[in-house]
């Protein structure tokens, strides 16, 4: 096992803050994962067999999510492409969770981008987008940069894998990406910020540094492959 996979496995505790087992963030979370398996059965029985673009898989991900959700909890809903009237970030996530109060607007509970691994089309200046992209539009760096997730203290990021390498397989290139950045950029990167298992969970938890402060990124990974 080498270096980077170790750093990935080792021991977590004290890097994250824990997530209360009936708390709103867990309860968004497990409706996350949740989702996975309706998730590909919708895209497996779908009249359209070719659905491959991010904002296509992206609705039907957001129309299952809200099915899993409305078992849990009436109090929260998810919003596809959310446009932040409070803090005015630029960038629009691809999905966010919001409480549920008539005559009041809230700052969303936990907004998610999403990304397809690996990047559409196979073109290289595109193959990196889930960390880092042209036009600073890659996944990690919305979050660093504020374009997403200003005000909040979590936030996540959804993986598509369209090939046949594992989840393991791209949480090891995904580092590998961040640590070149931390290397080649190490004002703004930092190998800390790598993805890293939660040990006993199936969550998996980075740390994204920005100037002033921090935020905590979920990544959720689904297959939508058969290999």
């Known amino acids: 096992m080498d270096n980077l996979t170790n750093k990935v496995n080792s021991d977590a505790d004290g890097k994250f803050p824990t997530i209360k087992p009936k708390s709103t963030l867990r309860i968004i979370i497990q409706s996350i994962q949740n989702t996975y398996a309706p998730f590909i059965e ?8 070719n659905l491959s673009s991010e904002k296509s898989l992206v609705q039907e991900f957001v129309i299952q999510n809200d099915i899993q959700l409305r078992k849990h909890i009436n109090s929260i809903r998810i919003d596809k492409e959310y446009t932040d009237n409070f803090y005015k970030t630029k960038g629009i996530p691809d999905f966010a969770f919001l409480p549920i109060e008539e005559g009041a607007s809230h700052e969303p509970l936990f907004v998610v981008e999403a990304k397809i691994l690996p990047a559409p089309d196979n073109k290289i200046h595109r193959e990196k987008e889930y960390v880092i992209g042209s036009n600073k539009n890659g996944g990690i760096e919305r979050f660093k ?4 997730g200003v005000g909040q203290n979590d936030c996540g990021l959804l993986g598509f894998i369209n090939d046949e390498n594992t989840i393991d397989d791209w949480i090891k290139q995904i580092n590998l990406w961040i640590v070149d950045l931390s290397r080649y950029k190490p004002s703004i990167w930092s190998d800390e910020e790598i993805l890293r298992k939660i040990d006993n969970s199936n969550q998996i938890l980075s740390i994204a540094k920005r100037q002033s402060d921090h935020v905590y990124l979920h ?7 058969k290999h």
């Open 42 to 49: 919708a895209l497996r029985c779908h009249k359209n067999p």
């Open 145 to 148: 940069i504020g374009k997403h």
């Open 219 to 225: 990544h959720f990974f689904c297959k939508i492959t």
